[in-house]
């Protein structure tokens, strides 16, 4: 995403939703076939998952799935350049928006489905409360800037970065900022605890227990779901009764939360990346 590709994202931005759609279906089953490291990561990923689908059915589940991955990246020409307008008709937030509105602090559990972007704009257009999230720098700096803008296009929004640590995390959640958090992915040993997803030993950081539990904060499921008219952002109940002291028992059970959402929507989830890379001390690689 150099230059000239950003130009192309602010040229798509102004297109009718059903254009630039089809745009990225075209250019997602090309995907599917061109880029075999990750279609094999994806396909590994749903054997272990569903083991009792047939190769036919993940076969098919996997074109859909960079079908949606390309249509949600494409998307972020209208949601970071487009009309706010236009931006705040496509997304939909639904269900328990009182959960993220009433007094408290916050820690929004947002996995990585495709449509995450999409929700995280929704929260700071159409609710009036400042968030943070935590950022990772990308090595091209075109690129680091224009992520950086389209993440903090609306409201009062503020980039954390990983390198500095939970302080600035804890300190936002005390003083009322809003937490959007992804921790569903495979960050390697350090901190992390193996718990089983989808039957798996998998290596997951309990960051979500520990945020919540040192910022004092509720954890709201938000769930974003790429639809025909933009996205609905589903705003779960607070999980009652959480964080608890045992910060294992706290990864797993946000792992059978997540594998119901996943299991809504398992087109949509971010199979691409390999989840299962880190495994536990003389078991061999899944990749």
């Known amino acids: 995403m150099t230059h000239p590709g950003i130009l192309f994202m602010r040229a798509l931005a102004p297109l009718p939703l059903g254009v630039v759609r089809a745009l ?14 990750r279609r094999r990561i994806a396909l590994t990923n749903l ?8 190769e036919a059915e993940r076969v098919a589940l996997a074109r859909r799935n960079f079908v949606y991955f ?5 998307d972020r020409s209208w949601l970071w350049h487009g009309d706010p307008a236009v931006v705040r008709q496509r997304l939909r937030i639904t269900g328990a928006v009182d959960d993220l509105t009433r007094e408290g602090a916050v820690v929004m559990f947002a996995p990585h489905f495709y449509g995450m972007d999409a929700g995280g704009s929704a929260v700071m257009q159409q609710i009036d409360r400042p968030a ?10 075109a690129l680091d800037e ?10 009062d929004a503020t980039l954390l970065s990983r390198t500095e640590g939970v302080k600035p995390i804890v300190r936002a959640l005390r003083e009322g900022k809003m937490l959007y958090l992804l921790p569903d992915m495979d960050l390697g040993p350090h901190e992390s605890v193996f718990v089983p997803f989808y039957g798996v030993p ?7 227990s520990r945020f919540a539990r040192l910022g004092h904060a509720r954890v ?4 974003t779901r790429l639809t025909d008219f933009g996205y609905e952002v589903k705003v779960h109940p607070a999980w009652p009764d959480y964080p608890t002291a045992d910060a294992t028992a706290d990864a797993a059970l946000m792992n059978r939360h997540l594998q119901n959402y996943i299991d809504e929507m398992p087109e949509q989830y971010y ?4 989840r299962f890379k880190t495994r536990p001390p003389g078991e061999p690689s899944l990749y």
């Open 271 to 274: 199979w691409v990346h390999k």
């Open 132 to 141: 943070c999230t935590i950022y990772s720098t990308q090595p091209n700096a």
């Open 220 to 223: 709201v499921p938000v769930i």
């Open 146 to 155: 224009w992520m950086q803008r389209g993440r903090q296009r609306f409201g």
């Open 202 to 208: 998998t290596a997951t950081v309990p960051s979500l």
């Open 47 to 54: 054997r272990l998952c569903f083991p009792h689908w047939t």
């Open 24 to 37: 990225g279906n075209a250019l997602g089953r090309l995907l599917f076939v061109a880029a075999r490291p």
């Open 70 to 74: 390309t249509q949600a990246f494409l």
